[in-house]
């Protein structure tokens, strides 16, 4: 039995240990907490997955929260001024793509038990490279999937991938409960469970997604992506989650001052769901040679880290899993070496991430003439902002019109037309 190691237990490590447990690998995964240190912990995202990887975890048996974590079925989206004045309001509906956000802090727990009880090898402990050296010469492939932790400055930075040299946006984040945020029609003008999403000028963006976690069942989760040294990033001086909810209440009551009263009441649904910081988005290069001679490969978000204003990151771990796990497969006995490695990720990276990275990037500036095009149409026809929300599932369906008004226009008229008819 080919013996496969994986270190981190987040999207993309659990995830990919289910899916080799499943073809009759022998998987070890080494994280750095238990399943109880996990649960215990501050947020350390606010994670949406569409319907296309809430799929493959369905397939895999993993989506043991298919009942109770609400569905976000579209979203609102108004574009403002500075002042918070709305210029554009886009809602689109993402139909059966619909996906659901379950805190990580209950996903992962409960993942790392079912990993144990599956027969996969589970070890709590944090990985250094003296330790990849030992694991890389007692497997068959070594895979790490750190996320953001510090061992991925092993891997290389990819010059040429990575457009950012400074985080390009300041976060805080929340998860919420209170009287005019739960229910289907949390929004008075959205005749669904929206995704609701605040573009201001020059200024950042704010998203409120539904949302569960295990502390309080249903709420919502808020997250602010602040300009750098703009008006909106004041969250970072905050000491704790109560703090950063009344900057929340000033950043809402000056931005979208129509959204404020959906957090009369408000509170948050545990002490420990807050976070705030920033990082570099950085795309790496995919093999790292250890000292010795041993061999690792990057993955999620080690391999292609991106700003979360797309919701992007764990759905791109999930589409990059469900790729490994047929390479791993397909690879049968042979070896898997350098070149294999690159080869998997230069494949992957021009089928999907190169789509994801582009589309994440692009959201991060002001938008480009193709992309004004279709929300322009959007904004008064629904098939159009139906089509525009559905290519969030998948942002390679946003490429090649997204880079071309032409394209942008025959993307317009082809929804256009098919609805008159
Ligand atoms: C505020 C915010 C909002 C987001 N919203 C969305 C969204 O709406 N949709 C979306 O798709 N994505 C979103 N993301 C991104 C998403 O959370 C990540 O892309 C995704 O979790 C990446 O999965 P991963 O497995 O690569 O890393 P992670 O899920 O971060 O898992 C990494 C794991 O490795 C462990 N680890 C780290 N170092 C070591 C070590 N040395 N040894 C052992 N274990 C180690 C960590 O503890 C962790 O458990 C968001 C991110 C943030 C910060």
């Known amino acids: 039995m080919r013996k496969i190691s994986l270190i981190g237990g987040g999207q993309a490590g659990l995830l990919l240990g289910f899916a080799l447990l499943d073809k009759g690998y022998a998987v070890t995964l080494y994280t750095d907490r238990s399943p109880e240190q996990v649960l215990n912990s501050r947020i350390p995202s606010t994670a949406f997955l569409f319907n296309s990887s809430l799929q493959f975890e369905r397939e895999l048996g993993l989506n043991f929260w298919e009942d109770v974590v609400p569905y976000g079925e579209g979203m609102h989206v108004d574009f403002r001024g500075p002042d918070g004045r709305i210029g554009l309001t886009v809602q689109g509906r993402l139909g059966e793509l619909k996906g659901q956000a379950l805190d990580q802090r209950t996903k992962f727990s409960r993942w790392m038990r079912e990993f144990s009880q599956r027969g996969g090898k589970l070890v709590i402990q944090s990985v250094s490279v003296a330790d990849l050296e030992r694991i890389a010469a007692d497997s068959d492939l070594t895979m790490v999937a750190a996320g953001k932790g510090p061992i991925n400055a092993f891997f290389e930075r990819d010059e040429v991938r990575s457009a950012h040299s400074t985080p390009p946006r300041h976060l805080a984040a929340l998860l919420l409960t209170g009287p005019q945020l739960m229910g289907d029609r949390p929004w008075a003008r959205v005749p669904f469970r929206p995704l609701r999403f605040n573009f201001v000028a020059g200024v950042g963006e704010f998203f409120s997604l539904p949302f569960y976690t295990h502390t309080r069942g249903e709420c919502r989760s808020f997250l602010f992506e602040a300009i750098p040294g703009g008006p909106m990033d004041r969250f970072q001086a905050a000491r704790d989650g109560h703090e950063l909810l009344e900057i929340a209440r000033a950043v809402v009551a000056d931005f979208a001052p129509d959204d404020l009263h959906h957090l009369d009441g408000a509170e948050l649904t545990d002490e420990d769901a807050w976070l705030k910081g920033s990082f570099l988005p950085t795309v790496r290069k995919p093999v790292g040679r250890l000292p010795g001679g041993g061999l690792v490969m990057a993955i999620g978000d080690t391999a292609v880290l991106n700003d979360p204003i797309a919701g992007q990151g764990a759905n791109n771990a999930v589409r990059m899993v469900r790729y490994l796990a047929e390479r791993i497969q397909a690879q049968g006995q042979r070896a898997f070496d350098a070149d294999w490695m690159q080869d998997v990720f230069e494949t992957f990276w021009n089928e999907s991430a190169v789509f994801t990275t582009g589309f994440t990037n692009a959201l991060l500036l002001p938008p ?25 599932d998948n942002p390679r369906n946003y490429f090649p019109w997204i880079t071309d008004v032409s394209l942008a226009r025959a993307f317009v008229a082809e929804r256009t037309v098919r609805d008159a008819a």
Do not use: I
């Open 368 to 392: 480009g003439e193709p992309v004004m095009e279709v929300l322009g149409a959007a904004s008064v026809h629904p098939p159009v902002a139906d089509a525009f929300m559905r290519c969030f």
